[in-house]
């Protein structure tokens, strides 16, 4: 799954998040998580996809000027990397209702309908993107919760009050540029 791809599943989540019974599947879950260590790795680019994501319309030339850069660097940020995990199936995909070849149906992006799971999605990216080390540093310490913080630092190659300042918890701040009118279905 390429990076639009995911961004796109995220937005058809209607997951409602009251409760762990409600969340999104673990499956949509990691994604969300790789989609994050993809603005982490690429602040600029992650900031051209999802500006192209949410305002389809707009030509290369204006997303270049939007985005203060050249044609061919929304060119370079916009070509599709591999974000998946190619052994991460949802339920319904290996049930074959959602087959590989339908994912890249496109959809229409409308903030006023934005779900949870997309709007939670982008305020992680935004912070991976804004903190990058950070983010990598709390990636590594959910993936390795036995290193101790020293040990942490010694891999992150940061110090380690360095690390016990990362390890604090994050008040993520949800883009307010989106409606939070729940849709009803």
Known sequence: MDQFEVMSELYSDRSNWVDVRRYPSTVTC????????????????????????????????????AR????????RHLAKAEVGDAGDFTARELDGECPEWLRAVSIRFEAGCTSRTYRYAVALC????????????????YECPELSQEELAEVAGVSQPTVCRYLQPVRLEVDESFNDLEVIY
Do not use: N
Request: hydrophobic fraction near 50%.
């Open 30 to 65: 990691r994604r969300m998580l790789r989609l994050a260590d993809f603005a982490a790795a690429d602040p600029a680019r992650w900031g051209s996809c999802r500006m192209a994501f949410e305002v389809p319309e707009l030509s290369y030339r204006e997303l270049a000027v």
């Open 68 to 75: 203060g850069v050249s044609h061919t660097t929304i060119m």
């Open 126 to 141: 935004t912070f991976a993107a804004a903190q990058p080390e950070r983010w990598r540093v709390l990636r590594l310490a």
